[in-house]
């Protein structure tokens, strides 16, 4: 029998200002993992999060990690873990979420003060986290309350654990999760993350895939200071030109990775994946509106899905310590480090993925004839994950999205990396599944990042929803 969720949902509508509310207060936050400076708002963030919970009731425990891996002088950020409920005779449903962000500033272009929830014409919820990934933590709190307002008993146990470095690779987090997967995690009948984005904006997917992520620096330093180009152009050699060489040498303009070994980890196409493509709802349309402009590297859906689903990406972010100011400053930098990453797939492998790019690296360096000094090295990594989306878990997300939605959801693979996906899964050993909230055009990452009031509010019933179907579902 459906569940009764009536009460529920037009308690979340009459919650929705409160629930936006909430959302403001946690934007309001900076809670930048990359920057040291912001290392206090990203301990701020946790709290808030631990002080809400145990306002709904949870028992919550903040977990700390100890200091930052090559940042001694850093404490990592703790870990919320939280339970609600302990009834043995539920389900349990462990869930994941993260409360920091990626770095935002007014000048990178926004229309808005990222870290000032605004709320346009069109409902759009702009600020830097409003789907990456507070909206979606916040939906789980929200649809615990609904609950206890609407007198409505919360069909299962929740564990939660929401951390606050995913966006630097989750550093820290894989330890715990291995300790606690038989002890804090060991009632979990299932997972299930809200942390990725609909392939579209008008269809919801259920997730049963990611991308990898291996992340590269490449450091170039000669000179001891930073010179006079005046001075010392033409008598020294220099760094970024080194570094820019070398980086070009990376990828090609239609992303064709150079790298020799990476290519041919990738697992060939099986003739059902084939067919698969033509079944989803995707349009090269709507994905031209995501990326701002029509410089797609294919024109057909299958190859571009194929693109960001099943083949590796290597992406280039940035160079630390060049000159990136307005103006026209005249310094040779001394040393300078180029930030690149490769989305890896199955069945590439972390390590030899590592000694591939080392060995390129280093070759493309050394026919430069340089007499600088150059160092490669992985800043971080996560592996893929690919799961199998015939369990009870999926079923049961995949009837709640058709009663708040109205329509069935597309089965869906990710082109970005949640590090700590594949840790759940084996620590816990129960099937994982990616629920996301918001959708293609949220611009996570970017500058004026939203989520739609739409999005946010329904996404709540879709959690709560969730909870409701996988407390009833016959075991897959
Ligand atoms: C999909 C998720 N919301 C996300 O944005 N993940 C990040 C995580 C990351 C950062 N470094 C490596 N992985 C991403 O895909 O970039
Ligand atoms: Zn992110
Ligand atoms: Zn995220």
């Not at 870990?79 to 462990?94: E, F």
């Not at 590297?297 to 280039?316: A, Q």
């Amino acid at each position: 029998m459906a569940p009764q969720l009536d009460g529920f949902f037009s308690q979340v509508d009459s919650l929705s200002d409160h629930f936006i509310e909430r959302l403001r207060k946690a934007v309001a936050i900076p809670s930048i993992s990359a920057e040291e400076a912001r290392r206090p708002d990203v301990v701020r963030m946790g709290n808030f999060l631990a002080d809400e919970l145990k306002a709904l009731g949870a028992e919550v425990e903040l977990r700390e990690l100890g200091k930052q891996p090559h940042k001694e002088h850093l404490d990592l950020p703790p870990v919320v873990l939280a339970r609600y409920g302990n009834d043995k005779s539920k389900r349990t449903i462990l869930v994941y979420g993260h409360y920091d962000v990626q770095p935002a500033d007014l000048s990178d272009g926004w229309n808005t003060k990222p870290f000032e929830l605004t709320i346009d014409e069109k409902d759009r919820m702009l600020g830097r986290g409003s789907t990456d990934d507070k909206g979606p933590v916040l939906g789980w709190l929200n649809a615990i309350e609904a609950h206890q307002k609407a007198g409505v008993d919360f069909p299962v146990n929740l564990l939660m654990c929401f951390e606050g470095m995913e966006e630097y690779g989750s550093e820290g987090l894989e330890d715990l999760i291995n300790a606690e997967g038989k002890k804090y995690f060991a009632d979990a009948d299932a997972v299930c993350i809200s942390d990725n984005y609909w392939l579209g904006t008008e269809k919801p997917c259920l997730t049963y895939g990611l991308r990898g992520c291996n992340y590269y620096s490449i450091e170039v330093s000669g000179p001891g200071a930073d010179l006079h180009s005046g001075v010392f152009g033409g008598t020294a050699q220099e760094p970024m030109t080194d570094l820019v060489r070398t980086m070009a040498t990376l990828v090609d303009t239609n992303g064709k990775i150079q790298i020799p070994g990476i290519m041919e980890q990738v697992a060939p196409i099986t003739a059902d994946e084939e067919t698969l493509y033509d079944e989803i709802s995707f349009e090269m349309e709507t994905l031209h509106e995501a990326l701002g402009s029509k410089t797609t590297i294919f024109e057909d859906k299958k190859l571009t899905l194929m693109g960001r689903w099943r083949y590796p990406s290597l992406s280039i972010h940035g160079v630390e310590g060049g000159f990136s100011a307005p103006g026209a400053k005249t310094v040779i930098p001394a040393k300078v480090i180029g930030k690149f990453s490769i989305r890896t797939v199955p069945d590439m492998d972390i390590d030899k993925t590592n000694e591939c790019v080392y060995k390129y690296v280093n070759e493309q360096f050394a026919k430069l004839g340089s007499k600088n000094t150059m160092k490669v090295f992985a800043q971080h990594t996560g592996k893929w994950w690919v799961a199998s989306p015939s369990h009870w878990n999926f079923n049961a997300a995949s009837k709640a999205v058709e009663r708040v939605w109205n329509v069935k959801p597309d089965f869906t693979r990710e082109g970005g990396s949640i590090p700590i996906t594949i840790t759940f899964e084996e620590a816990t050993g129960k099937n994982v599944l990616l629920l996301p909230m918001g959708s293609s055009t949220d611009g996570a990452h970017s500058i004026n990042e939203k989520l739609d009031k739409r999005n946010y509010i329904e996404g709540i019933k879709l959690l709560g929803a969730y909870l409701h179907y996988a407390a009833e579902e016959p075991t897959s």
